[in-house]
């Protein structure tokens, strides 16, 4: 489970490291993706990061 706590401007949660398979790895099993799943994919990271930033949430050490 994370921890929690909050300063006088933020409210700050810290996960724990969550073991697995990164997209390289997959996609060394499965071969590349298609141009559209690359495409799709990509996207869904932009909007995911646009939405943090318009919500003030950081978020550092990201990997695919």
Known sequence: MGAKFQTSKYICYICE???G???Y???KTIGL?????SQFYA?????IL??????SI???DIKP
């Not at 993706?33 to 799943?37: C, I, K, Q």
């Not at 996207?43 to 909007?47: P, Q, V």
């Not at 646009?50 to 919500?55: G, H, L, R, T």
């Open 17 to 19: 490291l969550v073991r």
């Open 21 to 23: 398979e990164d997209l």
């Open 25 to 27: 790895d997959i996609l």
């Open 33 to 37: 993706l298609s141009t559209e799943d």
């Open 43 to 47: 996207a869904s990271i932009i909007l």
């Open 50 to 55: 646009e939405y943090f930033a318009e919500k």
């Open 58 to 60: 950081i978020c550092r």
